[in-house]
């Protein structure tokens, strides 16, 4: 035997001392998973009487121990919520109330065809044809819209309600109101209905805060297309800030939230909630190219125009009447070397003038087709949103300072702003 190789007497009673401490732990551990095992998935807090005396400090460790753990971060698409439903459910459980079905009717006038005049026609088919064929035509149309208030104010889209005789809200629970359009502004498509509850509250909305949100953020889509009411959609918010111009909405004056949650013919008007069900925007805008992408005006915007509406019944907004487009001197430069274009442009930077409407504050001013706006005020302008945004801020009847370049001359131009009607 090799007694270099055998442990000293000293060194084995530390591996017996070792072993049964380890021996030990481990059957503690059986023990505690033992009576873990015992418990419900949320055990009740502990009774104070059955436990021993403790410490405040281990009272309170053991009081956050059995404590269920909030996360503060959005919730999972898997996340289940104490009610036992996915964090979707239980947004449209506090939206979906509120979220009510609007119906309308509108008569319109056709004027009948200049054949029903013609002596030939008449010959063949006698005089009395065109008194067969209906001058008034009943049109039908549907969307979504939300109480926002208990008292019965709703908000929807304007292109909703356009030109309605008749205004039909219906709630989730089957209940039916006469509505009445306090005012629609056509330019950010948002329209105010009232109810009269007959002092009976309504179940409203909860309005969240657009500026909070973020790309990336959950977006639930609620509405009733096709009249299928509380049709749900689940999404995120793809991008903020989305101008009308881009989008493609040239007759529309806001940036728009940008979401995949599907928008479907029937949901324009509806709310876009966030994961707590709270009112993030108006979803509207529907493009049939769009490709799965959908976009709803911001409630904070909303609520601003619903301020100025029930007050007022319209938005009044300054302007100057031209039609515009954002201008790079590298633009104007690849403009005036293509032989086929039509004009040469000013190679700065600022808006180029594409037409000017007559009858308008710029054309009273002075300003041509052609010309590029560089400053206003003195400071540099450099896109379209960007002149838009100086006039709705100068306010109706106030005076703009223009600089701008036509041909080689730099030019100044005052123009007073008026009022937009854009009701017409």
């Known amino acids: 035997m090799n007694h270099h190789l055998r442990p000293s007497r000293k060194a084995r009673r530390s591996w017996q001392q070792l072993a049964t401490h380890t021996l030990a732990i481990a059957m503690g551990m059986v023990m505690t998973l033992s009576s873990l095992r015992a418990l419900p ?10 436990l021993p005396k403790a410490s405040s400090a281990e009272a309170a460790s053991l009081q956050l121990a059995q404590r269920p ?30 979220v009510v079905r609007i119906d309308t009717e509108r008569t319109i006038t056709r004027n009948l065809d200049p054949i029903f005049d013609d002596p030939f026609f008449r010959r063949f088919f006698g005089d009395d044809i065109a008194g067969n064929i209906p001058r008034e035509e009943l049109q039908r149309g549907q969307g979504s819209g939300f109480i926002v208030d208990s008292k019965g104010i709703i908000l929807t889209n304007a292109h909703v309600v356009d030109k309605a005789d008749t205004v039909k809200v219906t709630l989730t629970d089957g209940r039916e109101f006469e509505g009445k359009v306090q005012g629609a502004d056509r330019l950010t498509d948002i329209a105010v209905i009232q109810v009269n509850t007959k002092g009976k509250a309504l179940p409203a909305a909860t309005l969240g805060n657009s500026s909070d949100i973020q790309v990336g953020d959950w977006a639930i889509a609620v509405g009733n297309p096709l009249g299928l009411n509380n049709t749900v959609t689940l999404g995120i918010v793809s991008t903020l800030s989305r101008s009308s111009s881009e989008v493609g909405i040239s007759d529309k004056r806001l940036d728009f939230i940008q979401t995949d949650a599907a928008i479907n013919p029937g949901n324009s008007g509806g709310p876009l909630v966030n994961a707590n069900g709270a009112v993030i925007g108006i979803n509207t805008a529907i493009r049939a190219d769009a490709m799965g992408i959908g976009f709803a005006i911001p409630i904070n915007k909303a609520q601003e125009i619903e301020t100025q509406l029930l007050r007022d019944g319209k938005v009044a907004r300054p302007y100057v009447g031209i039609q515009m487009v954002s201008l790079t001197a590298k633009d104007a430069k690849d403009n005036n070397t293509d032989p086929n274009a039509d004009f040469i442009i000013p190679e700065v930077n600022g808006v180029l003038v594409v037409r000017v409407l007559p ?51 730099n030019l100044t131009i005052t123009v007073t702003t008026a009022e937009l009607d854009s009701q017409d």
């Open 41 to 50: 998935a949320w055990a009740a807090p502990l009774d104070d009487d059955a």
């Open 69 to 98: 753990i909030q996360s503060k971060a959005a919730p999972t698409l898997a996340a289940v919520s104490p009610t036992g439903h996915s964090f979707v459910a239980d947004a449209v459980q506090q939206i979906g109330p509120a």
């Open 359 to 409: 009858n308008t504050p710029a054309a009273k001013a002075g300003i041509r087709r052609g010309d590029v706006i560089t400053q206003i005020g003195g400071k540099a302008v450099t896109t379209a949103a960007d002149l838009q945004e100086r006039v709705e801020k100068s306010g109706i009847g106030n005076s703009l300072k223009m600089q701008l370049r036509r041909n080689n001359q």
